[in-house]
């Protein structure tokens, strides 16, 4: 298998990338996330910076996604970091690493639920709304469009005060 980029779905092995191929390759990709530099990662986990380095321009990438969308990426790579951990912790034996692990995957789902279950409930906002006339919009997307539009005025009013203040 090749050592192709991918973040977010289940973890791609490259079998020549010996980080790839260890047991702390999860804890690795997090401490990197969290800002560990190359040398706390490799005293950590006792291995070769430089191969840490080769392991995350290669095999990992990049994670410059924002926004919503960006924020389920990270939920989905989180959710196969915690079963990956999992996994591991329970092959070594560790139990208390595995039940963390666990508890974050359970949170993790519970959360993706959570979103979906919200995302269902306010669809029905904008089904079939047409954004040039108002007589297609719901009852909940007009209060929350006026509610938004208040608030946008209410803004530049206050920021037109500041200004006159400020002469």
């Known amino acids: 298998m090749s050592g192709k980029k991918n973040v977010f ?8 990338c010996l ?3 260890s047991p702390n390759r999860a804890a690795i990709r997090s ?3 969290l800002g560990a530099t190359l040398e706390e990662i ?16 290669e095999c990992v990438g990049v994670d410059d996604i924002a926004g919503l969308a960006g924020s389920d990426d990270r939920l989905l790579r989180l959710l196969n970091d915690a079963t990956e951990l999992f996994h591991a912790s329970t092959l070594a034996g560790n139990l ?3 039940s963390s692990a666990l508890g974050v995957r359970v949170r993790a789902l519970s959360e993706a639920f959570r979103r979906s279950e919200s995302r269902a409930k ?24 006026q509610g938004y ?13 500041k200004k006159k203040a400020i002469q």
């Open 9 to 16: 779905d289940v973890p791609t092995i490259n079998e020549q």
């Open 19 to 21: 980080i790839c191929l």
């Open 31 to 33: 401490m990197s996330e």
């Open 42 to 57: 490799a005293v950590a986990c006792q291995l070769n910076a430089t191969d840490i380095q080769k392991h995350l321009d």
């Open 96 to 98: 208390t690493a595995a």
């Open 122 to 145: 306010h669809k029905s906002f904008i089904e079939n709304a047409d954004p040039r006339d108002p007589n297609t919009w719901s009852e909940p997307l007009r209060k929350f469009l």
């Open 149 to 161: 539009i208040d608030q946008v005025l209410e803004n530049c009013a206050a920021i037109d005060d």
